[in-house]
C-alpha cells in the first residue's frame, strides 16, 4: 500500500492499494484514502495469498494436496 498525504492540508492526498492476487485499487482524497486503508487491511485478512487458503479449497470445500 502507498499513501501519499502532503502535510499541507490544501493538497489533496492520495492512495494506493494492491496485492499479489491481483486486485490493485486507487483512492483520491481524504474520506476514500481512509476507506482504502480499512478495505486493504479487510482484504489481507482474507486475501488467499496472504492467509495460506488456495481459491480452490473456500469454493469446493476440500483442501489442496501437499
Do not use: F, K
Amino acid at each position: 500500500m502507498d499513501v501519499i498525504c502532503p502535510p499541507d492540508w490544501r493538497t489533496v492526498p492520495t492512495a494506493t492499494s494492491w496485492c499479489s492476487c491481483g486486485r490493485m485499487r486507487r483512492a483520491v482524497g481524504r474520506r476514500q484514502v481512509v476507506e482504502l486503508v480499512a478495505d486493504h487491511n479487510t482484504h489481507r485478512t482474507t486475501c488467499h495469498h496472504h492467509t495460506n487458503r488456495h481459491p480452490q479449497a473456500t469454493t469446493t470445500g476440500r483442501r489442496a494436496a501437499a
